[in-house]
């Protein structure tokens, strides 16, 4: 096989001799060192690959790697302890007094107990510190993210949904994990935009029909599973027509919090320039307030629902309980994932763009990955990346991820000393700050523009999905966004890129027919140029489209391959089947510039040997004369 490989490479190289322009033994030379060359980089002796050398060189990657995937060994040693420490002390007690009430109401919104909400605010914000490169990323639990793990547990008995959300974040994290050492950082452009607002704008009525009970003093039936009222739109029903057992007192706390949370959001935006007024935290504000109205006035006694108690304590390291571990579990733990990494990537973007600095996208899944995977062993459920706190962390002036440090630490105060505190706030309050959160996700404008440039089928696809998650949940919708996503990307991908190739009368140019209308096909001979990698998924149609326009008395196909990246062993059989059944009507097939990295696989393939080792050129003019077909003045452009 060797011997082969080498007569192939003599043979362009003998090629280059004839027929380059005003060719003499210099550049002959020079061409024939130049493909041994290519020849040993493409192919290494195994002795070469495991040498001591290599071994070494391997080590010193290892080691230099580490910054990459550790990126606290690069900026700790480099850290500017007298201009970052007070900003970045200041940003981290600041997202950390923002961060405690957060993480009980999303918490509240995960179906999960309010000390898991806190626990999943701990230990995952230092691992962040440690394992991340953004460097003013808030991590923690999020409002989309902690909507969707409630859909997904809104079947599961409250008395095991704890569990399930803790071992919902180790699969995360594991999903995470491998995603980005393997690379699929790409995976952020999977789900398409409309589909993404779709779903977003779904969960966020979802919540709205979730909540609207506890802000009135009204809970839903549950199933006889315990499950409970699982359709939001059933969950509404229910509301209304049980409108009469309402707290008022409730509702009027609850949605006159709502209103000021509104109305302070509103003038947080008009006021934008007014830093004291932007980071002001307003449900931290909201909820300390209610916690002295509370305690003051005795409203448990009104008939007031309370937090209740929560454990003042740090929760042990524990493996999660594999044992209701289900297929189901796991896929939807890659959906958490594959989400919430989506809503991280864009605020990680957000700041990079600002602050002129590069964010690997698989180094960033890696470091969601390990964030979740420790933290289920600290009792968390799935965290990733908040906008709004990261906002906040950019405006008072942190500027590095020692911020993260300061506020594991208020955290990590506030569980030890601080819970007694929230058994004071009332449901409906709580309540009341999750629709605030979940209302600023709602999006319109992304309709209106589809509407506006007439992308009626992505408009369509953005309805779909809203209409079947508000009907029948959130696990539901996810699970359609996800279908529709992967068959537009396999669709998309089977959509081959073939050009036909004609000459242009008089002229010595090559042209694609499509765009040139003056190119014409030379008799007899089909030329065709394909322009992207060939796949399972795509060359079986390039093989029914060149068929289907091929010209009659074909002698000789000419396959112009220069603009092929890459070749799958799937690709390669179809394309051997092609070349054969060319054969057997006794037309000659012809390669040009087929790539070089893939002399091997086309080697093992018997493919050269198929086509004949003669019949691969390094120009389309080449490939033309060797048929027969006198053009001397040709050039390939």
């Known amino acids: ?103 009980v109401a999303y918490a509240s919104l995960a179906g999960v107990s309010p000390q898991l909400g806190l626990y999943s605010a701990l230990f995952p914000t230092l691992f962040y510190a440690l394992f991340g490169s953004v460097r003013t990323l808030s991590i923690g639990p999020t409002a989309m993210v902690s909507i969707i793990v409630g859909s997904l547990l809104s079947s599961v008995p409250p008395s095991n949904r704890d569990t399930v959300a803790i071992l919902t974040c180790f699969f995360t994290g594991v999903a995470a994990l491998l995603l980005g050492l393997f690379r699929f950082g790409f995976l952020d452009t999977i789900f398409s935009r409309p589909l993404v607002i779709g779903l977003i704008n779904s969960l966020v009525v979802s919540v709205f029909a979730e909540e609207l009970g506890p802000i009135i003093g009204i809970h839903p039936d549950e199933n006889p599973d315990g499950s409970g009222v699982q359709s939001p739109i059933k969950k509404l029903i229910y509301v209304f027509n049980h409108i009469s057992d309402a707290h008022w007192p409730s509702a009027v706390m609850g949605f006159s919090t709502v209103g000021f949370l509104v109305v302070f959001g509103i003038l947080k935006k008009k006021f934008a320039h007014i830093t004291a007024l932007k980071v002001f935290p307003t449900i931290l504000f909201v909820v300390l307030l209610s916690i002295l109205i509370s305690w003051g006035f005795d409203l448990e006694d009104y008939g007031f629902e309370m937090l209740g108690e929560i454990p003042s ?109 929230f058994k004071f706030i009332p449901i409906c309050v709580m309540a009341a700050t999750i629709l605030f959160a979940a209302l600023g996700l709602f999006n319109v404008k992304e309709a209106v523009f589809l509407w506006k440039i007439k992308a009626w089928v992505a408009l369509i696809s953005m309805g779909i999905t809203f209409g079947l998650t508000v009907m029948f949940g959130g696990a539901f919708g996810l699970a359609f966004a996800l279908g529709i996503s992967i068959l537009q990307i396999l669709y998309r991908n089977s959509l081959p890129r073939i050009s036909v190739i004609g000459h242009i009368s008089s002229t010595n140019k090559f042209k694609d027919m499509r765009l040139f209308p003056d190119a014409k096909p030379l008799e007899g001979t089909f030329i065709v140029r394909i322009s992207e990698t060939l796949t399972h998924s795509n060359a079986a149609q390039i093989r029914r489209m060149m068929q289907k326009v091929e010209p009659s008395n074909l002698r000789v196909v000419v396959i112009d391959a220069r603009n092929v990246l890459d070749i799958d062993p799937s690709a390669v059989r179809i394309v051997s089947d092609l070349i054969e059944s060319y054969h057997k009507r006794g037309i000659q097939v012809r390669f040009v510039r087929l790539p070089a990295a893939k002399k091997k696989l086309f080697l093992r393939s018997e493919l050269i040997e198929k086509v004949g080792a003669t019949n691969f050129y390094s120009s389309v003019k080449e490939a033309v004369q060797g048929t027969g077909t006198t053009h001397s003045s040709y050039t390939d452009l």
């Open 1 to 103: 096989m060797d011997e082969q490989l080498e007569a192939w490479v003599a043979t362009y190289t003998s090629r280059a001799e004839v027929h380059a322009p005003n060719s003499n033994e210099n550049t002959s030379l020079l061409e024939a060192s130049r493909q041994a060359e290519q020849f040993e980089q493409d192919f290494p002796e195994p002795a070469r690959c495991c040498s001591s050398e290599s071994l070494r060189s391997y080590g010193h990657r290892f080691i230099n790697g580490i910054p990459l995937y550790l990126p606290i060994a690069k900026w700790l040693p480099e850290y500017d302890w007298k201009g970052n420490f007070i900003r970045d002390a200041f940003g981290g007690l600041t997202v950390g007094l923002i961060l405690l009430p957060q993480s």
């Open 313 to 421: 304590n740090i929760p042990a390291p524990s493996l999660p309980n594999f044992s209701i571990t289900t297929t189901a579990l796991a896929a939807s733990s890659l959906i958490v994932s594959l989400i919430g990494f989506l809503e991280s990537t864009l605020i990680a973007k957000t700041f990079a763009d600002k602050y002129q600095y590069h964010v690997s996208s698989d180094r960033e899944l890696t470091a969601f990955g390990i964030c979740n995977l420790l933290g289920s062993l600290f009792s968390a459920y799935p965290v990733f990346g908040c906008f709004g706190r990261s906002i906040i962390v950019d405006v008072v002036g942190a500027r590095t991820q020692m911020f993260s440090i300061f506020t594991f630490l208020v955290v990590l105060i506030a569980l030890l000393f601080l819970t007694p505190l």
